[in-house]
């Protein structure tokens, strides 16, 4: 069982659409990051969010964390098939020593 | 500067084999992290090490163990195979000192088959 539960798993999107994937628990988290990853590739950082009800915006890309910080999404406008990709979510608690906790991932696919 | 470096990046093993994976991680950085990545779990938590010490263990079987050494290089070994170990092996390496909100880089991963 997935202790952050993404979701939807799976979104397929014209370009120009906007998409929004969501990451929920029901454990408190110090921190939630979002990841990116690509086929053959190990997820890279898109960004960190550490205080409750933080908004954080890079470009076309709107990051939330829950005011209870159990929970957060991640919004894209104007999808680009750039975007396309493995979205993770993954939290880390207080004294977790480099131990994420991943939720499974929404794979976003943008077609021309 | 260079990223995470992990060798091999494929494996082909049989069952009651051992295997043993390696992580270089970014110069500077001094914590490292080990991660399985499978389609039906995604990516769990094997272990991660800061200055040569294991600092927290995930919940997988003892056949699973990890060192780190003064360089910050850091290895993975499986012992005795088993079709389910069949996985992408990511490290993730930064700087240690902040472990709730540090940037982690992955490397490629290193792409298992237990045949």
């Known amino acids: 069982t997935q202790l952050l539960e993404q979701s939807p798993q799976f979104l397929s999107i014209q370009e120009g659409e906007n998409l929004t994937v969501y990451c929920n628990s029901s454990?408190?988290?110090?921190?939630l990051q979002w990841y990116r990853q690509e086929p053959g590739e190990g997820p890279v950082l898109l960004v960190t969010?550490?205080?409750?009800?933080e908004v954080k915006k890079l470009k076309r890309l709107t990051f939330q964390f829950g005011d209870a910080r159990k929970d957060s999404s991640l919004h894209i406008t104007a999808a680009q098939p750039g975007d396309t990709g493995l979205y993770l979510c993954?939290?880390?608690?207080?004294?977790?020593?480099?131990?994420?906790?991943f939720g499974a991932g929404t794979q976003v696919v943008v077609t021309p | 500067k260079a990223g995470v470096t992990q060798t091999p990046r494929y494996l082909i093993k049989t069952r009651g084999q051992q295997v043993t994976l390696s992580c270089s991680p970014i110069?500077?950085?001094?914590?490292v992290s080990w991660y399985q990545q499978t389609p039906g779990q995604g990516l769990q938590f094997l272990f991660e090490y800061f200055s040569e010490t294991q600092r927290n263990k995930g919940n997988f079987p003892g056949r699973f163990s990890g060192r780190q050494f003064s360089n910050s290089r850091s290895e993975m070994n499986v012992s005795t195979l088993e079709l389910g170990d069949s996985a992408l092996y990511l490290c993730a390496s930064s700087l240690g000192g902040q472990p709730v909100r540090e940037t982690r880089y992955f490397g490629p991963g290193t792409r298992l088959l237990v045949l």
């Open positions: 969010v550490v205080t409750g009800g």
């Open positions: 454990s408190v988290f110090s921190s």
């Open positions: 110069s500077g950085h001094r914590s």
């Open positions: 993954a939290g880390a608690m207080t004294d977790s020593w480099g131990k994420l906790q």
